[in-house]
Nanobody, 117 residues
Framework: QVQLVESGGGLVQPGGSLRLSCVASGNRFSNNAMGWYRQAPGKQRELVAT???????NYAASAKGRFTISRDNAKNTVYLQMNSLKPEDTALYYC???????????WGQGTQVTVSS
């Protein structure tokens, strides 16, 4: 069982930055492909960014050039650096972990990001 705890959300003005963190526990972190997703009110959950066990990254078109996903295996943590935030980035941001080899997917509880003046 993998537990995921997100943090770093909050209220920020348009154009501002936030860094989200997600700490994983319960297994060897380096075995997990990690991802960030988000869900705005009334909308479906959508991909933001993913990072493989080898560090290969993938971004949604809306995140490219503004967001950066990274991982620190020594700290069991995945990060999402978000710059140039827009009101449409407002959502509940979720971290997930895909355990390679077991083909199991785990989700965190989410952290709220609100972009507003």
């Amino acid at each position: 069982q993998v537990q995921l705890v997100e943090s770093g959300g909050g209220l920020v003005q348009p154009g501002g930055s936030l860094r989200l963190s997600c700490v994983a526990s319960g297994n060897r972190f380096s075995n997990n492909a990690m991802g960030w997703y988000r869900q705005a009110p009334g909308k479906q959950r959508e991909l933001v960014a993913t990072i493989t066990t080898g560090g290969t990254t993938n971004y949604a078109a809306s995140a490219k050039g503004r967001f950066t996903i990274s991982r620190d295996n020594a700290k069991n943590t995945v990060y999402l650096q978000m710059n140039s935030l827009k009101p449409e980035d407002t959502a509940l941001y979720y971290c997930n972990a895909f355990v390679v080899g077991l083909n199991r997917l785990y989700w965190g509880q989410g952290t709220q990001v609100t972009v507003s003046s």
